[in-house]
T-cell receptor, first 114, second 114 residues
Framework: SQQGEEDPQALSIQEGENATMNCSYKTSINNLQWYRQNSGRGLVHLILIRSNEREKHSGRLRVTLDTSKKSSSLLITASRAADTASYFCATDDSLYSGYSTLTFGKGTMLLVSP | ETGVTQSPTHLIKTRGQQVTLRCSSQSGHNTVSWYQQALGQGPQFIFQYYREEENGRGNFPPRFSGLQFPNYSSELNVNALELDDSALYLC?????????????FGQGTRLTVV
């Protein structure tokens, strides 16, 4: 089953604009991670935010986490055509399973036009 | 590049056949997880191996099985292939240090069952 639900399902913007993707989840977590996937290939880890963190930055990426609302957002600033990809949030389920594994949402497809 | 390699990259099999997919973990990683990603969906957890033992399994039937070798490389075996097994299979390696573990994914094997 999929825990995370990303919103929107698809997003189309122009280069230079900001892109915001949201993720909601259902159960308590240790951490939430964001991944990027190009053209149905491997997943690239973008950022991990722990349950006791509220905001984290990495280059042009900004991730927020609201555990009271069970939601997270990924902001990509000054987007580039190379940012075109699918973006997934994934929750670490080790609180329940005893081992670290990830439950993914269905992803947001981002298209950045030149 | 994550240092995680999967082979083959593409594979076509006939319904009822058996298939073996391979994964070489990133150096120093002792944990490997396998995921199945159907078209348009997020990856779904199949199982995880830690130090050559299966230590977690998702909602997949027993015809999905695996192995982890002393060098921490891994195999995913699927028996009695069904059409619905057509998907991208991803392996992820990590160093098990409890919670907040970052996973590194390979580029995946795309399996088509006809």
């Amino acid at each position: 089953s999929q825990q995370g639900e990303e919103d929107p399902q698809a997003l189309s913007i122009q280069e230079g604009e900001n892109a915001t993707m949201n993720c909601s989840y259902k159960t308590s977590i240790n951490n939430l991670q964001w991944y990027r996937q190009n053209s149905g290939r491997g997943l690239v880890h973008l950022i991990l935010i722990r349950s006791n963190e509220r905001e984290k930055h990495s280059g042009r990426l900004r991730v927020t986490l609201d555990t009271s609302k069970k939601s997270s957002s990924l902001l990509i600033t000054a987007s580039r055509a190379a940012d075109t990809a699918s973006y997934f949030c994934a929750t670490d389920d080790s609180l329940y399973s005893g081992y670290s594994t990830l439950t993914f949402g269905k992803g947001t497809m981002l298209l950045v036009s030149p | 590049e994550t240092g995680v390699t999967q082979s083959p990259t593409h594979l076509i099999k006939t319904r009822g056949q058996q298939v073996t997919l391979r994964c070489s973990s990133q150096s120093g990683h002792n944990t490997v997880s396998w995921y199945q990603q159907a078209l348009g969906q997020g990856p779904q957890f199949i199982f995880q191996y830690y130090r050559e033992e299966e230590n977690g399994r998702g909602n997949f039937p027993p015809r999905f099985s695996g192995l982890q070798f002393p060098n921490y490389s891994s195999e995913l075996n699927v028996n009695a292939l069904e059409l619905d097994d057509s998907a991208l299979y991803l392996c992820a390696s990590s160093f098990n240090q409890g919670v907040n573990t970052e996973a590194f994914f390979g580029q995946g094997t795309r399996l088509t069952v006809v």
